[in-house]
C-alpha cells in the first residue's frame, strides 16, 4: 500500500459521518483558501509580478513547499492540488485591492474551524491532526482523492 493510500485511509477512519463529510467539503477548502489569504498578506520583499496580478509572495512560495510535499505523496493529487493551490492564489490576488482582507480571510478560517470542530463532535472522533500534523495537508488531498475517483484518474 502507498503511503498516500494509508495517509487517506487514516484520515478517513475519523470522517465517517456524513455530515462530517459535508462540513469538510465545505470547511477544509475554505479553510486552506483562507489561510492562503493570510499568508499572501504578510508583506513581501520585493514586488515580483507572476502572472497578471498575481504577484510573487509568501503563500505562493509557502505553497510551492506544500505541494512538493503532495508531489511526494502522489504526483496526480499533487497536479489536482496545484490547480487549486493556484486558483486560491489567484482568487486572493483578485482580493488584494479590498480593504479588509485580514477580517475576511481571519472570519473565514474562524468560522470553519468551528464548524470542522463541530463535524468531529457530531462524528464522536477527534481531528486527526491531534495525531500527527501532516494531516492538515492530507485533508484536502483526501477531498481531491474523492474527486479523482469519481473522474476515474488514478492516485
Same mark, same amino acid.
Given at each position: 500500500?502507498?503511503?498516500?493510500?494509508?495517509?487517506?485511509?487514516?484520515?478517513?477512519?475519523?470522517? *465517517?459521518? &456524513?455530515?462530517?463529510? #459535508? $462540513?469538510?467539503?465545505v470547511c477544509v477548502p475554505a479553510i486552506f483558501f483562507s489561510l492562503v489569504g493570510l499568508i499572501s498578506i504578510v508583506p513581501f520583499p520585493w514586488e515580483i509580478?507572476?502572472?497578471?496580478?498575481?504577484?510573487?509572495?509568501?503563500?505562493?512560495?509557502?505553497? #510551492?513547499?506544500?505541494?512538493?510535499?503532495?508531489?511526494?505523496?502522489?504526483?496526480?493529487?499533487?497536479?489536482?492540488?496545484? #490547480?487549486?493551490?493556484?486558483?486560491?492564489?489567484?482568487?486572493?490576488?483578485?482580493?488584494?485591492?479590498?480593504?479588509?482582507?485580514?477580517?475576511?480571510?481571519?472570519?473565514?478560517?474562524?468560522?470553519?474551524?468551528?464548524? *470542522?470542530?463541530?463535524?468531529?463532535? $457530531?462524528?464522536?472522533? &477527534?481531528p486527526s491532526f491531534l495525531q500527527d500534523i501532516q494531516f492538515l495537508l492530507i485533508g484536502p488531498a483526501w477531498l481531491m482523492h474523492f474527486i479523482f475517483k469519481? #473522474?476515474?484518474?488514478?492516485?
Amino acid at each position: 500500500m502507498s503511503k498516500f493510500k494509508s495517509l487517506i485511509d487514516a484520515y478517513g477512519v475519523s470522517h *465517517q459521518n &456524513k455530515t462530517n463529510k #459535508l $462540513i469538510h467539503w465545505v470547511c477544509v477548502p475554505a479553510i486552506f483558501f483562507s489561510l492562503v489569504g493570510l499568508i499572501s498578506i504578510v508583506p513581501f520583499p520585493w514586488e515580483i509580478s507572476l502572472i497578471g496580478s498575481v504577484n510573487l509572495n509568501w503563500a505562493f512560495i509557502a505553497l #510551492l513547499l506544500v505541494l512538493v510535499y503532495y508531489m511526494s505523496l502522489s504526483i496526480s493529487i499533487s497536479v489536482g492540488m496545484t #490547480l487549486f493551490a493556484f486558483c486560491c492564489i489567484y482568487l486572493c490576488a483578485e482580493l488584494e485591492a479590498l480593504e479588509y482582507t485580514l477580517w475576511i480571510y481571519t472570519g473565514i478560517f474562524a468560522v470553519s474551524w468551528v464548524f *470542522q470542530f463541530i463535524g468531529h463532535h $457530531i462524528e464522536g472522533k &477527534k481531528p486527526s491532526f491531534l495525531q500527527d500534523i501532516q494531516f492538515l495537508l492530507i485533508g484536502p488531498a483526501w477531498l481531491m482523492h474523492f474527486i479523482f475517483k469519481k #473522474l476515474n484518474i488514478p492516485f
